[in-house]
């Protein structure tokens, strides 16, 4: 039973638009994070956060931008899609920064296709 | 920041003990050690960690050396469904506001029959 759910699952757009990948957690989490991920290659984290309203970008840059108004929304948006951006997206939430007991919950991740 | 090694790929006899290495040679003292996996393509998932002593829960083993520079996963009884990347993890990014965990490439266990 998943606590933390992304959506869309898959989506396939064009080149232009805007798009927002949705991240939700059930937990209660403060900390949530967004990685990126290519077939077959590591995941690289491009944002995450420490509580409502502060967001710090990751290792990776990117063109993506995130906020964090509620402790259990934390949204993705690309504001005008392009091929490069073709990718998985994996949301994740924790109770701490390092894990804690139980360590990263991970969604399902989204597959965007930028045509 | 403490950065890993860990071999591409291994193979393992399903019912065998599978066994992971991970050499993290600039470890700080601080740091902790984790193992994450992740099968096909879903989100990855926790498995364990530790900071000086072994650990053991009912997912895996961690032996880590007394010197901490490395550290092995021990899945006990394998089994195909074993079969994914699993990733060793002792840097994390630092700055004023805290830390997150940053994947590396991660070792591909290939569990048959």
């Known amino acids: 039973e998943a606590d933390i759910y992304q959506t869309p699952r898959y989506l396939v757009i064009g080149t232009g638009k805007k798009i927002t990948l949705e991240c939700s957690q059930t937990?209660?989490?403060?900390?949530m994070y967004w990685y990126q991920q290519d077939p077959g290659m590591e995941l690289h984290l491009i944002h995450y956060?420490?509580?409502?309203?502060?967001?710090e970008k990751g290792d990776l840059s990117s063109e993506s931008t995130v906020s964090r108004i509620r402790t259990e929304h934390f949204p993705l948006t690309l504001e005008s899609a392009r091929p490069s951006h073709t990718s998985q997206y994996l949301c994740?939430?924790?109770?701490?920064?390092?894990?804690?007991?139980?360590?990263?919950?991970f969604g399902s991740g989204t597959r965007l296709t930028v045509v | 920041d403490a950065k890993t090694t860990q071999p591409t790929s291994m193979d393992c006899a399903e019912g065998r003990a599978a066994n992971l290495p991970c050499n993290h040679s600039?470890?700080?003292?601080?740091?902790?050690v984790y193992w994450y996996r992740q099968i096909h393509s879903q989100g990855p998932q926790y498995i364990i960690h530790?900071?000086?002593n072994n650990e053991t829960n009912e997912k895996a083993s961690l032996i880590i050396t007394e010197d901490r520079k490395s550290s092995t996963l021990i899945l006990p009884h394998a089994t195909l469904r074993d079969t994914a990347v699993y990733y060793c993890?002792?840097?994390?990014?630092?700055?004023?506001?805290?830390?997150?965990?940053?994947f590396g490439k991660g070792t591909t266990l290939s569990v048959s029959s």
């Open positions: 994740a939430s924790s109770e701490s920064w390092t894990g804690g007991d139980y360590g990263y919950t």
């Open positions: 600039t470890i700080s003292g601080n740091e902790y």
């Open positions: 937990m209660g989490h403060d900390k």
């Open positions: 530790g900071l000086k």
């Open positions: 993890i002792v840097r994390a990014l630092y700055n004023q506001a805290g830390t997150a965990l940053i």
């Open positions: 956060s420490y509580g409502v309203n502060s967001t």
